[in-house]
């Protein structure tokens, strides 16, 4: 007869419950300080983010933060235009909002268009009637209501602060309701659509929608539904 076949010791379970919190940790450390996906709650970005959306934000987009906390390690700068997720200065809820003014820029708003540096920022209708705006650096779709209130009187952009609005601007409480964002509020920079479930899109069409196209003067029909 032959000798019983010998067993390989187990693991001790205090290993396998290391391990376990270590991959934890590398999630989470991943999740808070790297990238995230984030599920838009409200109308305010249509037509660009529509309700239930699931977005792909990148949290090293302006630099690497302590997990949990609004202290910056390093730091990026943000660019005017970019659609980007914070904590809301009021309640700590994370919103998202388009980044419409940085330091040093004068911002206002008549109720139909921005006023950047006394200049108004252009706007024009496409022809399957979408309606863009076109911020430099980033142009993107409205909501194609014109009236878009409330207004916003003149405001200079002190450093570490912004300036956030929504896209459909009438349907947004925004910078004109609570005031600038601080930077210490930033979590980063949304990239692209994961997927979405809105009318006008099938199959394919549904995955993967960037925020931006050729280095920001182009906008992706799909967000413009």
Known sequence: ?????????????????????????????????????????????????????????????????????????????????????????????????????????????????????????????????ARLELLPGAHHALHPELDQGPAMDEVEIPPRHYLVMGDHRGNSADSRVWGLLPRENLLGRVVAVLYSSREGLSGGERWWIPMSTDEGTGVDPRLTR
Do not use: C
């Open 1 to 129: 007869m032959g000798s019983p076949q010998e067993t390989k010791p187990s693991r001790p379970k205090w290993r396998l419950y290391l391990l376990d919190a270590a991959l934890l940790g590398v999630l989470f450390v991943g999740r808070a300080s790297i990238a995230d996906h984030y599920h838009v709650p409200s109308g305010s970005m249509e037509p660009t983010l529509a309700v239930k959306d699931h977005l792909a934000v990148d949290k090293r987009a302006y630099g690497l933060r302590i997990p949990l906390t609004h202290t910056w390690i390093t730091e990026s700068e943000p660019q005017r235009g970019d659609v980007v997720v914070f904590d809301s200065p009021i309640d700590g809820k994370v919103m998202v909002k388009r980044l419409v003014g940085v330091p040093g820029d004068r911002i206002a708003f008549d109720g139909e268009a921005l006023l950047l540096n006394g200049q108004r920022v252009p706007q024009e209708q496409t022809a399957d009637g």
